[in-house]
């Protein structure tokens, strides 16, 4: 029977099956494309079940490469709670130092281990900042930055409040984001230092419990309008916090931005070939 070792990880309640595919270990178990093994092995109840998928792979110049895919098979350039998972799993496996630094498709992220559980990772320069968009048959007034993969950002009196599912879905298919979409945050400002969020993410076609790069995302631009300073807390659904530190220019201009938060080993396992062929 065909077996693949896999960590089952999480990040403030995102979920993730991280694999080391250095020796190519899940090519060599099966006869599909990645694609369709990650949204097979994905699906909860079926299989393993995850919020995504993060293959650890050899790179010629840094620590490792990953690549990482949503829930729905789909290949995509970064995700802040998966790169804390990430940088952790290589620690523990002997396959980075503390300090380390590894690829993506956004860039090349640099992360350290900053406690038993946590990871601090300086994430990849925001692009395509727009303080205000007017999306039609959205009420709401949108912010929009890619903080590594795009996020809209909506800040209301109560988060709690709102059918995030259902504004998730306007936003993130709305033709304005086509084709490739958007993911959808909703931030409540508590304080100067803390902020609250849920989040709509693509290629999960649902709301996570967590979106590290949606924290960033939502503490960057409540940064930028004045409502918030770094570093700033980010109370995700789950009810667990995360940091984000961002530095800025004389000129206002981004210098750099980190994101700080636990990154849980919550059980170590072995895949059959049961889990991917039906």
Not at 144 to 158: E, K, L, Q, S
Not at 242 to 254: H, M, R, S
Request: with cysteine; aromatic share 10%.
């Amino acid at each position: 029977m065909k077996k693949i070792p896999f960590f089952k990880m999480n990040g403030s309640g995102n979920d993730f099956i991280i694999i080391n595919n250095k020796e190519n270990v899940v090519e060599k178990n099966i006869d599909m494309p990645t694609e369709e093994f990650v949204k097979k092995v994905c699906r909860r109840a079926l299989s393993t079940g995850a919020d995504g998928l993060i293959l650890i792979e050899n790179d010629d110049e840094y620590n490792f490469r990953w690549r990482f895919f949503n829930n729905d098979g789909s290949e995509v350039e970064m995700c802040g709670n998966g790169s804390r998972c990430a940088a952790r799993f290589a620690y523990l496996n002997n396959l980075a130092p503390l300090n380390m630094k590894f690829r993506t498709l956004a860039g090349i992220i640099q992360a350290q281990i900053t406690g038993l559980k946590t990871v601090k990772v300086q994430l990849t320069m925001p692009t395509d900042y727009k303080e205000e968009l007017e999306l039609d048959g959205i009420d709401l007034k949108a912010s929009f930055i890619n903080t590594g993969v795009p996020h809209v950002v909506y800040f209301v009196d109560d988060v709690d409040s709102l059918d995030v599912k259902e504004l998730g879905v306007k936003t993130r298919y709305h033709d304005y984001f086509a084709p490739e979409g958007t993911n959808a945050n909703f931030a409540e400002i508590v304080d100067n230092n803390n902020i609250k969020i849920r989040t709509y993410e693509r290629g999960v076609e649902d709301e996570t419990l967590a979106c590290g790069t949606g924290s960033v995302a939502s503490a960057l631009i409540a940064a930028m309008k004045g409502m918030a300073s770094s570093p700033v807390n980010v109370t995700t659904k789950s009810g667990n916090v995360l940091k984000v530190y961002a530095n800025f220019e004389d000129n206002g201009e981004i210098e750099s931005v980190f994101l700080e938060g636990d990154a849980l080993l919550t059980y170590i396992g072995t895949m059959t070939e049961e889990a991917w062929e039906y």
